[in-house]
C-alpha cells in the first residue's frame, strides 16, 4: 500500500497494524472550497491521496490530514516559534477539537473512502515556563496545532474525549472499519 504522506506518525500506525507501505507523496495545494470544517479537511485528505493514486492507478492509496480547531479556527502546522506560542496559549486552560480526516483510493478497482474522525482535547493551564521549554525542543514544528500528544506535548494533555490515534494523526479504528465495509479484511492487510 502506498501511504501518501511524510508523516512518521501515520507511517507508525499503519505499520504497527501489519500493513506494508510504500511513502509517495505528492505536493498540493491545501485549500479547499468547502464552507465546513470538516468537509473542508476531508477534501483536502482527498486531494493529497487522488494526486499519488493518478500516478499508481493500480495501487491502494491512503493518506489524512490533521487539523486542530478552536473557536471556529483552524489551526495548522505552526510557521514560527511566535506562531507556536500563540497557538499554545490559545490551546491552554481549554478543550479544541483535533479532526483527522482520512482517504483510501484504488482507481482501477473504482475504490473510494473518504471520512473524519474529531477528537476532544482538554489542555491544562500552560505557563510561560512549560510553553518556554516546549518551544526549545523543537517539537512543536511539524505539527497541527503546534503539539504531539504521543511526545513530549504529552504534559499539556489533561484528557481526552475520543480517539487517541485521531490526535496522533490517523484514526486506524474507523479505518480498519471502512475497509471491511468493503471486504478487506484484518488477514488480507499484509498483501494490499
Excluded at 493500480?58 to 511566535?82: L, Q, R
Excluded at 473504482?110 to 526549545?136: C, G, P
Excluded at 496522533?168 to 471502512?178: A, K, L, T
Amino acid at each position: 500500500m502506498i501511504l501518501a504522506s511524510k508523516s512518521p506518525r501515520r507511517k507508525e500506525i499503519l505499520e504497527n497494524i501489519g500493513f506494508n507501505l510504500v511513502i509517495k507523496s505528492e505536493e498540493i495545494e491545501e485549500i479547499s472550497d468547502k464552507i465546513e470544517v470538516v468537509e473542508k479537511i476531508k477534501d483536502i485528505a482527498y486531494k493529497k491521496v487522488y494526486a499519488v493514486a493518478e500516478k499508481y492507478s493500480s495501487e491502494y492509496v491512503v493518506g489524512a490530514d490533521t487539523i486542530v480547531e478552536v473557536d471556529g479556527e483552524i489551526i495548522g502546522k505552526p510557521k514560527n516559534e511566535i506562531e507556536v506560542r500563540r497557538i499554545l496559549e490559545k490551546l491552554s486552560n481549554r478543550s479544541h477539537n483535533v479532526i483527522t480526516a482520512f482517504s483510501f483510493i484504488n482507481l482501477e478497482k473504482n475504490i473510494s473512502i473518504i471520512d473524519a474522525k474529531i477528537t476532544k482535547v482538554y489542555f491544562k493551564k500552560l505557563s510561560s515556563e512549560m510553553i518556554d521549554w516546549y518551544i526549545a525542543t523543537g517539537e512543536p514544528m511539524d505539527k497541527a496545532g503546534a503539539y504531539g500528544i504521543q511526545d513530549k506535548g504529552s504534559i499539556f494533555v489533561e484528557k481526552i474525549e475520543g480517539d487517541f490515534f485521531t490526535v496522533m494523526g490517523f484514526p486506524i479504528e474507523r479505518f480498519m472499519e471502512r475497509l471491511a465495509e468493503i471486504g478487506i479484511k484484518l488477514k488480507d492487510i499484509a498483501k494490499i
